[in-house]
């Protein structure tokens, strides 16, 4: 009997370890399967968290689907080939023109970004264009030797904004992945690197120092970099995103827009001290860009600046003689574009015989005073778009509009509608000294367009 309860007994022991093992196997496959819900939650914020980061302002702006484009390894734009291509208009675009002088039509093409073009800026030499797209690339450009130079890859994210030196020897870019990078534009080799807190939002290079850049990011930094230095210069508490920012050409104060609809102006000079501060509009939109026309050179300031925010309302200040000291003066407001809370950028094309004075409107009126006027067939007087000060403005109904700010202050409608574009217009720029204006859009492309004077044989500014 004792060995039949021993057998019994070890039966017992051997069942409770195998009902025992058996709810470890149980509590082992719960254990693995909330593990692995774990695990796609996190995923999934991860996923979240870097859709998030791509946005541009507090989550307004979203991530375009990835487009494939072919590439064109042709002539981007050929000056001689502009001239000789009289009255050329793509049949899908149609360009609204009067036989205006100041009007543009378009003439090229770039493709090669597989993402929307957020950025796009001509190089002070004039021969060369860089843009910069959510494809994460940078593309220079060559406009001489009509090809696509080189395309600089390395940031991890979007690409939101670049400048030059004055030289064009130097491209800066800066990501959303948090890095400021600058470029040869001779050899497309990354030269520098810099890490700062948030996303950058707008850079640019220091006129008239080079190895010196300003950052603006949307942890509300205005950060001072120094190519020989790995940790930032200086970095400046705004309070609120810096989204847009110029720096004067000759010395070391910056002119920033933020998402307050504050423009703020800095003498760094001073450690980042804020010596004026302006309210663009009474409902204190966030600002997506600011712009200052050109002056008669690189290292001379221009008179008037634009801004652009979320009200589909583009602003025009004069900026007097002797900007900061002079002030900011509201000069005019123009409206048409339409901005639907994306970042629209615009820029200046200043005329060299423009003249800041009543002579413009009168010679529009009589064609006298000696501003440079032409005559048309009919023998009416046209001011030429070399006395003109123009404002193009990119737009989220997919075009580029064009305003004339030199002229009767009533004219506050567009000049042109420029279309041809299929989606949204992020950015403009005009060449620095002829009337050749490049588009970049979210349809992964750029945009050449050309003065109709230009391209009826007058001569360019």
């Not at 600046?305 to 025009?316: F, T």
Request: hydrophobic share 35%.
């Amino acid at each position: 009997r004792s060995a039949k309860d021993a057998r019994l007994g070890a039966h017992t022991v051997r069942d409770h370890r195998m009902e025992w093992g058996a709810s470890d196997l149980k509590g082992n496959d719960a254990l693995l399967r909330e593990n692995r819900e774990l695990k796609e939650q996190l995923d999934k914020l991860e996923r979240e968290n870097r859709d998030l980061k791509k946005s541009v302002y507090d989550l307004n702006v979203r991530l375009m689907s990835a487009r494939t484009a072919p590439s064109v390894r042709g002539a981007p734009f050929d000056i001689d080939a502009m001239l000789a291509r009289e009255g050329s208009v793509q049949p899908e675009t149609k360009v609204q023109t009067d036989g205006d002088g100041r009007t543009f039509t378009w003439m090229s093409e770039l493709k090669g970004h597989s993402g929307a073009v957020y950025c796009v800026q001509y190089s002070p030499c004039g021969r060369l264009l860089a843009s910069g797209s959510f494809d994460k690339t940078v593309r220079i450009w060559d406009i001489i030797q009509q090809r696509e130079a080189h395309v600089l890859a390395g940031h991890t994210m979007a690409v939101s904004d670049l400048s030059w030196t004055f030289d064009s020897k130097l491209v800066l870019t800066g990501s959303y992945d948090g890095t400021v990078r600058t470029w040869s534009a001779d050899t497309g080799q990354q030269a520098t690197e810099h890490a700062v807190d948030g996303m950058v939002q707008a850079v640019a290079f220091l006129p008239n120092e080079p190895g010196m850049s300003v950052v603006g990011t949307s942890r509300a930094g205005l950060v001072l970099l120094d190519a020989r230095q790995e940790q930032a210069a200086m970095v400046t508490a705004n309070d609120a995103m810096v989204t847009s920012l110029y720096p004067f050409r000759n010395d070391r104060i910056v002119v920033t827009g933020d998402a307050r609809g504050m423009l703020r102006t800095w003498d760094l000079r001073q450690m980042s001290t804020c010596i004026d501060v302006v309210a663009n509009d009474a409902n204190h939109k966030p600002i997506s860009h600011i712009t200052v026309s050109r002056g008669q050179n690189y290292f001379e300031e221009g008179r008037f600046m634009a801004v652009n925010n979320y009200n589909n309302v583009l602003r025009v200040y004069d900026r007097g003689r002797m900007p900061p000291k002079s002030g900011l003066a509201f000069a005019r407001s123009v409206h048409g574009h339409t901005v639907l809370n994306w970042p629209i950028r615009s820029n200046f094309f200043h005329g060299a015989e423009h003249q800041l004075s009543a002579k413009l409107v009168k010679a529009r009126q009589h064609g006298s005073d000696g501003v440079s006027v032409a005559q048309d067939d009919e023998g009416e007087a046209e001011v030429t778009v070399g006395a003109s000060l123009l404002l193009a403005s990119g737009s989220a109904d997919h075009n580029v509009y064009l305003y004339d700010v030199g002229g009767p202050e009533e004219e506050s409608t567009p000049l042109q509608v420029l279309s041809g574009h299929t989606d949204r217009v992020y950015s403009v720029h005009f060449h620095p000294s002829e009337p050749i204006l490049a588009s970049c859009s979210a349809d992964a492309t750029v945009r050449i367009w050309i003065a109709a004077s230009t391209s009826q044989g007058r001569p360019m500014s």
